[in-house]
């Protein structure tokens, strides 16, 4: 057995065999075999949606002693909560944004986070005792801002289906979900998310050194809802730093939803961490639930979602029909299509909602099917972009083999 100590000092004399998430699952699917001593550290990482991102923000609002508390605060219009703290006449506003929180439809709480990270400057309104107050700000005029998660990076996610006749607005689909049985929205990295390679937490654990939005971060421990058999994580990190493009907003047909990414390195401390470690895609399951009911239907694997689909979002544009308006650019959740549909690869998740949603056929995606009762249904949209979660495993790879992050090595 090594230990975490014994890994550091491998990385400080640049020894250490560390291999991001997905070049190790290509070997292991490869066949090749690995014992503890042929590597230190897998590196894993997971972007998507999580709706349990939220930030806490020191906001300058007036001088000190212009009010005593303030009652209301928008930031670019995204309404926050004021508090905990009231700051009694410090001109100062301490506040929670959820990034579920909205301006309007297009623009909630995870376009500000990946606002304030780009440098943009931010509208400040705020009222007090009668009075309003305004300002423009940029997120290093905030003594403090830091961005938690209340539950990300779950350990297989489920996928949603509508099982009645008609559409229904959630939050896991861009323009309804069709029913009956007639389209399945995915979320989840698989077998490349920190959390499916260590499910029992064993080195996920409290303070352990993490990336949220590509910055250092801690986790904090385990997030809402966790359970042994889907443990997920609470994490946090400061937003100086923050990459804007590992998170940002994404638009839902029931609203604005923030889009979060963690990053972590799984130190292959013997045969049982290197065992977790050789998970597949195609051996992750991937609970299928009604999204009315919430109550499960059946069961797939995320080898249906990542293995032998399309990663990227293919374009014809010969084959437009000039609809107006652009109905593919009216829905892109992640805002990375013009109206005379240029594609901003950078922003695009590859989510598929625009080959849904294009007659013309523009835009084709293999976003894969999942088989229920025999039948296959489509999957419409994901709402998880697994080529930036391995970008991340990528750049974590490169921090450790730099020194420039360690391993916990407490406990
Ligand atoms: S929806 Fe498709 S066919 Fe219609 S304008 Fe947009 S790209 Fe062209
Ligand atoms: S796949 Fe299409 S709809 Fe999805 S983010 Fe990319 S351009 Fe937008």
Same mark, same amino acid.
């Not at 959390?195 to 993490?210: A, E, F, H, M, Y």
């Not at 437009?320 to 901003?344: F, N, V």
């Given at each position: /057995? ?236 400061? /937003?100086?730093? /923050? ?157 450790? /083999? ?10």
């Amino acid at each position: /057995m090594k230990t975490k100590r014994e890994i550091n000092e491998k990385i400080r004399n640049g020894s250490a065999v560390v291999i991001p998430a997905p070049e190790f699952k290509k070997r292991v699917r490869e066949g090749e075999t690995f014992t503890p001593e042929d590597v230190d550290i897998v590196t894993c990482g997971t972007f998507g949606v999580m709706s349990g991102t939220y930030a806490v923000i020191s906001v300058p609002v007036a001088p000190p002693g212009t009010f005593r508390k303030a009652e209301k605060l928008l930031l670019n219009g995204v309404p926050a909560s004021i508090g905990p703290c009231p700051n009694e006449r410090l001109g100062l506003v301490d506040c929670i944004v959820y990034g579920t929180a909205k301006r309007d439809e297009r623009y909630g709480g995870g376009h500000l986070f990946a606002d304030f990270v780009a440098g943009e400057r931010i509208g400040v309104e705020a009222e007090a005792e009668g009075r309003r107050y305004s300002d423009d700000i940029t997120l290093k005029d905030c003594t403090f801002a830091r961005i938690h998660t209340s539950r990300s990076a779950f350990k297989n996610y489920t996928a949603f289906l509508n099982e009645e006749e008609g559409i229904i607005r959630t939050i896991f689909s861009v323009t309804g979900l069709s029913g009956p049985y007639k389209e399945i929205s995915v979320s989840g990295c698989g077998e490349v998310n920190p959390v499916q390679n260590d499910p029992g937490l064993r080195s996920l654990s409290s303070g352990t050194p993490i990336l949220v939005n590509g910055v250092n971060g801690i986790i904090v421990g385990t997030g809402t809802r966790s359970t042994a058999e889907r443990p997920n994580l609470a994490c946090a990190a400061d /937003m100086i730093g /923050m990459d804007p493009l590992m998170m940002g907003g994404f638009i839902t047909s029931d609203g604005p939803e923030c889009l979060t990414s963690i990053a972590a390195a799984i130190p292959v401390l013997d045969s049982s961490s290197l065992h977790a470690l050789m998970v597949l895609d195609e051996e992750i399951p991937l609970p299928v639930a009604g999204i009315s009911t919430r109550q499960p239907i059946g069961s797939s694997h995320y080898g249906r979602v990542w293995q032998g689909t399309d990663r990227g979002v293919q374009i014809h544009a010969d084959r437009c029909l000039g609809c107006t308006p652009c109905l593919a650019h009216l829905i892109c959740p992640a805002g990375a299509l013009s109206a005379e549909q240029t594609l901003d690869r950078s922003l695009c998740l590859a989510c598929g909602a625009c080959a849904s949603v294009c007659e013309g056929g523009v835009f084709t995606m293999n976003l894969g099917s999942i088989s229920l009762d025999k039948n296959d249904i489509p999957i419409t949209l994901r709402q998880s972009d697994r080529t930036r979660a391995e970008r991340l495993c990528r750049r974590l790879a490169d921090e450790i /083999m730099d020194g420039s992050f360690l391993l916990s090595e407490g406990p």
